[in-house]
């Protein structure tokens, strides 16, 4: 597996004013031949880095420059050669004494106090080896000070302050101290992993303060992500809360549904808590108590003794707004227990919510802040969604900003360019870039694009009137600009097409690891069939001509609802046939719900279509 699975590109800093008399250190993290392109643990593009550090070290005075370099002995805990049966990037569990020392069969009884969660990567950075010496394209100076980390063979290092488990620290902080560093400028290899907790723990460090920015920054699609994040910690994921304008700001996550949330489900999760304040430890406490809360007590399980469970997050956002009035902050709170499951469940939050933002008001927050408002889904469970209409929504979610009339003033084109975009094709892409743009300060929009290369633009931009989903990477099964006309259901071409949905579902499940648990279905009946495009050459009977015969050319891209066995699923899928040939357009969805039919396994990839065999009592059904 290639080591950029886990390491953005390349990452970099820059240029900020700093106070008056401020100390700054130049902190250069790990350019090292290891970590470049040729080493066993290169990142791409890694080698670009190197002439803008170059470029910062020339064009400013620093009070004092370190270099940081990992320092690994040939047994280091952290390779994957040292543990048997495991391969390189899986994740494992280390344990270890309340000394710090690692408790392994080698050293018989051990008392675990810590368990650290520890990636295997490829040897590398072997101590006096080749593959450990800073690169030479490196501009260095006799006055640099190098600190090495994850010398200890028995715990990685990834911050140059500390080691992974907290348990030592380096002679970076004392350094710094002796020279009355104020400020510290991070930048070098890699922003996922040793410059982001680097960067992280200097914030912690008084009186430390951090500057810094990535060279390359993304919003990413779904599909440029690994399908599996069961076994690994998202922490190297690049947010926007690792941005390093962040660094300036404080910030709060917050979601309602500890096992259900977005991070979580199916996921391993953060290894550290993502944002400065975080509510998830709080929602699992409250999680753990609901056998006794609910079941024994017959409490409402959307309550926490006699108050609802949303208002609990409502008061945690008050809370962080009052504290941190003054400052520069983000937060993002997320709903997901009155809306996920109940059709009309938001409704029940409408005063709470109209509440809020009154509170918000009559509390001045609103007079600097940009507030979004948004869902990333209609509803789209149960009888609602098997309907047009519900499918529309499902792939039409809300989104709404607030701007402060201060800001509208300075910048007369927001408010225009909002209005304006509201006629228009707006995607998660295009508010990426506007939330990026806001935490950087740049109010005249900004065009940016994705590994994939479709542009992302921030809403302070007027968005291109003909815009198409293409242009905007929304996949083609969820576009809704497309007209779709009906096509009888009692075709041949529509069972031909519905029987290549249900073949295509059943290879995923044979494909998966899991499969094996899972019944093959089979198809049951058409519920709907349309015709989105028309491949027929000669057009002179429209999109629609497959309602007058049987007979006419059936070449087209469809779309159709289609109903399977065993348990009844009810499933949306788009087909291109062509000249007799046929492919499956983007992922088949499933309407209705599933509920317990896929208890058997924990994988998203494939728990949609999952019925367990250990149903087979009811295979039928």
């Known amino acids: 597996m290639d080591s950029h699975r886990f390491l953005v590109q390349f990452c970099f800093v820059l240029i900020a004013v700093t106070e008056a008399g401020?100390?700054?250190?130049?902190?250069?993290?790990?350019?090292?031949?290891?970590?470049?392109?040729?080493?066993?643990?290169?990142?791409t593009n890694g080698t670009q880095v190197i002439p803008v550090i170059n470029n910062i070290r020339s064009q400013n005075q620093f009070a004092l420059t370190v270099l940081t370099q990992d320092w690994h002995c040939p047994n280091h805990v952290s390779f994957a050669s040292q543990h048997n049966g495991y391969q390189q990037y899986e994740q494992i569990t280390l344990q270890y004494s309340a000394s710090g020392s690692r408790c392994s069969d080698s050293v018989g009884k051990c008392d675990v106090k810590?368990?650290?969660?520890?990636?295997?990567?490829?040897?590398?950075?072997?101590?006096?080896?080749?593959?450990?010496?800073?690169?030479?394209?490196?501009?260095?100076?006799?006055?640099?000070?190098?600190?090495r980390k994850g010398y200890n063979c028995d715990v990685d290092s990834y911050s140059a302050f500390y080691d992974n488990g907290g348990f030592r620290q380096t002679e970076l902080y004392t350094t710094l101290?002796?020279?009355?560093?104020?400020?510290?400028?991070?930048?070098?290899?890699?922003?996922?992993?040793?410059?982001?907790y680097t960067a992280k723990d200097a914030k912690k460090l008084e009186p430390l303060d951090v500057l810094g920015t990535r060279y390359v920054r993304k919003g990413k699609a779904v599909s440029e992500l690994?399908?599996?994040?069961?076994?690994?910690?998202?922490?190297?994921?690049?947010?926007i809360w690792k941005e390093a304008a962040m660094l300036k700001y404080t910030t709060m996550?917050?979601?309602?549904?500890?096992?259900?949330?977005?991070?979580?489900?199916?996921k391993l999760g953060f290894r550290y808590p993502p944002t400065d304040y975080y509510f998830r430890p709080f929602m699992s406490a409250i999680e753990s108590f609901s056998p006794i809360l609910v079941e024994q007590l017959d409490v409402n399980e959307y309550c926490l003794g006699n108050v609802e469970q949303y208002k609990l997050q409502i008061t945690f956002f008050k809370q962080f707004l009052q504290k941190y009035k003054s400052m520069l902050r983000l937060a993002f709170s997320w709903l997901?227990?009155?809306?996920?499951?109940?059709?009309?469940?938001?409704?029940?939050?409408?005063?709470?919510?109209?509440?809020?933002?009154?509170?918000?008001?009559?509390?001045?927050h609103l007079e600097h802040t940009i507030l979004i408002v948004m869902s990333d889904h209609g509803f789209r469970l149960d009888d609602f969604s098997t309907t047009l209409l519900g499918r529309l929504e499902s792939q039409q979610p809300f989104l709404a900003i607030y701007l402060p009339e201060k800001l509208k003033r300075n910048y007369p084109h927001l408010d225009k360019n909002m209005q304006t975009n509201t006629e228009r094709l707006v995607t998660p892409f295009d508010l990426h870039q506007t939330i990026h743009d806001i935490i950087y300060g740049r109010y005249n929009g900004t065009l940016a694009k994705t590994d994939q290369g479709l542009e992302k633009i921030s809403l302070f931009t007027s968005l291109p009137e003909a815009r198409s989903c293409e242009d905007a990477g929304i996949p083609e099964n969820y576009c809704v600009c497309n007209l779709t006309l009906p096509v009888r259901i009692t075709l041949p071409i529509v069972r031909k097409l519905a029987n290549f949905i249900v073949a295509s579902i059943n290879d995923i499940i044979r494909s998966n690891g899991n499969g094996k648990l899972c019944e093959l279905l089979q198809l049951y009946e058409v519920r709907e069939a349309g015709i989105v495009n028309s491949f027929n050459t000669d057009q002179s009977e429209g999109p629609g001509h497959l309602h007058k015969t049987a007979e006419a050319n059936t070449d087209g891209r469809y779309s159709m609802v289609i109903a399977t066995l065993p348990g009844h699923g009810l499933f949306e899928g788009?087909?291109?046939?062509?000249?007799?040939?046929?492919?499956?357009?983007?992922?088949?969805?499933?309407?209705?719900?599933?509920?317990?039919?896929?208890?058997?396994?924990?994988?998203?990839?494939?728990?949609?279509?999952?019925?367990?065999?250990?149903?087979?009592?009811?295979?039928?059904?």
């Open 336 to 364: 997901n227990q009155l809306t996920h499951d109940i059709f009309n469940g938001i409704e029940y939050a409408d005063q709470a919510f109209a509440d809020f933002f009154k509170w918000m008001k009559k509390e001045r």
């Open 253 to 266: 996550y917050a979601e309602d549904r500890a096992h259900y949330s977005t991070f979580n489900y199916l």
């Open 574 to 621: 788009m087909v291109d046939h062509r000249n007799k040939n046929m492919e499956l357009v983007g992922k088949v969805a499933r309407l209705n719900r599933y509920g317990s039919q896929s208890y058997c396994i924990k994988d998203d990839n494939i728990e949609q279509y999952c019925y367990c065999k250990s149903n087979r009592s009811d295979v039928y059904l």
């Open 226 to 239: 690994p399908d599996d994040y069961s076994d690994t910690y998202l922490d190297y994921l690049p947010f």
């Open 22 to 43: 401020a100390k700054v250190a130049l902190l250069i993290i790990d350019i090292q031949n290891c970590f470049l392109p040729g080493g066993s643990l290169a990142v």
């Open 177 to 196: 101290q002796s020279h009355g560093v104020t400020t510290v400028i991070v930048t070098g290899l890699a922003l996922d992993y040793c410059v982001y």
């Open 114 to 147: 810590y368990n650290v969660s520890q990636i295997l990567w490829p040897d590398h950075c072997i101590i006096n080896s080749t593959s450990a010496e800073f690169s030479l394209q490196l501009n260095q100076k006799s006055s640099d000070i190098v600190v």
